[in-house]
């Protein structure tokens, strides 16, 4: 079905179409550690915070706290359904049937519910909290960031006119078709959605999906949306991210229990799951320190995820850490998802797929025609890579608004776990400037980790 972007959003009735779908309208790493969490963590309390890290972006401003509370209300209201559970516990992911074990699915069927939550204003920020059982708190990170970011979306699309929302979206579509084109028949590149938690919308996101698996055929690996790949048929994508090791930390009773906190959480991962869902993502307290001290087990895992480091960087001290350890890099999966964009991913597959020839240098790298070439490049894989897409695949539309304005610009925007059992969450990141946490707190984690390896790099989503 072709979406009339522009009739839409003048036309229609924001009431008859909710932000959330479905519940299963999340990223599948959620879906993976919500099991993890009713497996070993039911009865720990997590409370969440949402956060806007593009401060000057003043969110409550633009669009009425009571619509933010009905799309809450709603989401709340849903429940999954039998279709949503059968397909989880008879589809095939990473290659495995019986994922989801039927307790869980009896569970999210019978028992699952999302926790309340509290809402305020302070000086033009929406303070939005959750309290409450892990297993009722977690899933409201991504159905929170959904509903902010479209009501955001909603707001700017009101301020225009039929014809000119008409140009938003052509311009937009020209954008994303320039995008994907490049990257077409690019040989061995593999490219997934990840868009979900700061999308444009979810219509939007849809569309984004269905083009890129119908013009990009093996490139294109699947969505980290877990409704999206339900309903077209596509793979799910996702394993786990910060939110199981920062908690496990607050949870340490010393500084020796803290710092072996983010081995503990491998521990119990695989114990859980196997083969391809073992990535690792070491960049929660610094991925310098967190390889230098790792267990030798930990490079049998499947690959590593980067998500706060400069990625060539990541890559390649993943790379000498595996043969350190006595590894062959070569089957090992390397994955980037920071704030990438096609030139990004290019240039990484340029780096980890093959060799670069006769002087080429990775801005020699725009197309599938300059990987064909073999005077500039041979395949001569380092490390098979795949590019986590989010943000600037879903939500670019800097420049599109014909008006001029910066209305549909992506702001960053996160909801993290904010305490645990009443104890303070902390992420440190590869990034200074992605620190989370209370400051002292924040300073007691970096005497314990250390700052290895650690950049100060403006954000960009």
Known sequence: ??????????????????????????????LLMLQFIWKHYRTTHVSFSLFNRSASVRLAESFQTSELIAQMEHARSRRFRKSELVWLAGNTFYGRRGIFE???????????RLSDYQLSVQDGQLTLTFDGLWTETTMWELYALSIVGELKTRAALKELSEFNLDILYARAKTKLWSKISRLRGVPDLHVADFGTRRRHSFLWQEYVVKAM???????????????LAHKHDVEAIGTNAHEIPMAMAALAA??????????????????????????????????????????????????????????YVAGDEYIAWLKARGRNPHDKLFIASDALDVDEILGLHAYFAGE???????????????????????????IRFSAGWGTLLTNDFRGCDPAGG???????????????????????????????????????????????GVANVPLVV
């Open 213 to 227: 698996a119908a013009n990009l055929g093996p490139n294109f690996i699947g969505t980290s949306n877990a409704f």
């Open 102 to 112: 039927p307790a869980f699915l009896e569970w999210l069927e019978r028992d699952f």
């Open 254 to 311: 010393d500084d020796t229990a803290l710092k072996a906190a983010q081995y503990k959480m491998l521990e119990l991962w695989q114990a859980t799951y196997e083969g391809a869902l073992r990535i690792m993502l070491p960049d929660t307290f610094g991925t310098s320190q967190f390889l230098q001290n790792a267990p030798d087990w930990a490079a049998d895992w499947t690959g590593q995820r980067a998500d706060s480091k400069n990625p």
């Open 406 to 452: 910066i209305g549909f610009d992506p702001i960053s925007l996160i909801c993290k776990a904010h305490t645990v059992e009443g104890r303070p969450a902390v992420k440190l990141s590869d990034n200074y400037a992605k620190a989370l946490g209370p400051q002292e707190e924040v300073d007691r984690y970096r005497k314990v980790f250390g700052t290895a």
């Open 356 to 382: 670069m020839r006769n002087g080429a240098t990775l801005q020699d790298f725009q197309s599938a025609d300059d990987f064909q070439d073999r005077g500039k490049w041979t395949p001569a894989r380092r």
């Open 1 to 30: 079905m072709i979406v009339n972007f522009a009739e839409r959003a003048h036309n229609h009735n924001w009431e008859l179409d909710p932000v959330i779908r479905s519940l299963l309208d999340t990223d599948f790493y959620k």
